[in-house]
């Protein structure tokens, strides 16, 4: 298939119209780079630490993206050496937050732009998922590190504690229920049950829902302030033809690694379903964004659903359903036309 560099919506702002802003996004990658690492270590926003990154590079250019990741990167080494953190808790720390902080920067402002071909101008949406992986793989491995360190030990079990307080004070006299949460609220079988998710499928999708959120969030916050457009690439990704086969044979993996306790089959087979499940949740998306394309929505109508989507995905419950029914929507046009044929190529949907 072809790689389209506007597959979940490239940066939206022309290089052209960029140039006149370079010599005055100095300040902007100042503020964005402050606002990121407070974030980090706020506690309290740190889900939406990357954001700023995303701003920068759909409000004003991808050299200004790099220069304030490098600036956080910088400013997050020097504020964890300057902390009391024990002496091996902040390298594992650094670690983690600048490969995450990389990796979103290379999502957003790819130094390899479509235009320019070669094997890394590689779409957004393809982008995504490798940096999903890579930093599933690697932020594990920095994980189980840190677990090894008294440090983290100790911060997880007083965190542990404070929940496990919580949630047996919520019980109140029922006493079963209270005996139960006791045997299920240790912290080796919270740690067990987090790595099984995690290895499962579990990291790839959350540094997939990670990335997207502030992704999402830094296109809706430089369209509204830089007054860029939204960009609506994401109507053009079509997944390859093959790939329902290889979820298909993932699906095979999960059943067979299961019933036969085959555990590293189970865990590749569980990766792999979670891959072509994202894939089809942005085909699906295309296609719900072709289906809004024909009601000529206003550009502030458009700014509201992206807000939507990411409020959508943050929601319990909902955003399960929610993102069901678009992944079965991708999966479905396998067979069935929902968005006219690309002109430039054929379609990824077999027999078409």
């Known amino acids: 298939m072809a790689f389209h560099e506007t597959s979940l919506g490239a940066n939206s702002v022309p290089e052209a119209r960029l140039s006149p802003f370079r010599r005055r996004a100095l300040v902007p990658a100042l503020v964005s780079a402050a606002l990121c690492l407070l974030a980090i270590h706020s506690g309290v926003f740190i889900l939406f630490f990357l954001f700023p990154l995303g701003f920068m590079a759909y409000g004003y250019h991808t050299r200004a993206a790099w220069v304030s990741t490098a600036l956080v990167i910088g400013g997050n080494a020097l504020w964890l050496l300057a902390t009391s953190y024990p002496a091996t808790y902040p390298w594992l720390s650094m670690g983690y937050f600048t490969v995450i902080l990389l990796l979103f920067t290379w999502i957003v402002a790819p130094p390899f732009s479509a235009a320019s071909g070669g094997i890394f101008a590689w779409s957004t949406a393809y982008r995504l998922i490798i940096a999903s992986a890579f930093a599933a793989v690697s932020c594990g491995y920095l994980m189980e590190a840190a677990w090894n360190t008294e440090a983290f030990k100790s911060l997880l079990e007083s965190q542990m504690a404070v929940l496990r307080s919580m949630a047996l004070s919520a019980t109140g006299t029922d006493v079963v229920r209270r005996s139960l949460l006791e045997q299920q609220l240790d912290t080796e079988t919270v740690m067990a049950q987090i790595r099984a998710v995690a290895l499962r499928g579990g990291a790839v999708g959350g540094c997939a829902v990670l990335f997207f959120i502030n992704r999402q969030l830094g296109l809706v916050v430089a369209a509204l302030i830089r007054r860029s457009r939204m960009g609506t690439g994401m109507i053009h990704f079509h997944t390859p033809g093959g790939l329902i086969w290889v979820l298909s044979l993932s699906l095979l993996g999960v059943l067979v690694g299961t019933v036969f306790s085959i555990d590293p089959l189970e865990i590749g087979a569980w990766n792999g379903v979670t891959i072509c499940g994202l894939l089809y ?42 993102l069901g029914a678009l992944g079965l929507l991708g999966i479905a046009e396998h067979w069935v036309s929902f968005r006219a044929p690309k002109s430039d190529g054929s379609s990824s949907t077999p027999g078409m």
């Open 281 to 322: 949740l942005a085909q699906g998306g295309g296609i719900m964004l072709h289906l809004l394309a024909r009601l000529r929505l206003s550009p502030l109508l458009r700014v509201a659903l992206h807000i939507a989507l990411v409020i959508l995905i943050c929601s319990p419950n909902l955003n399960l359903l929610a």
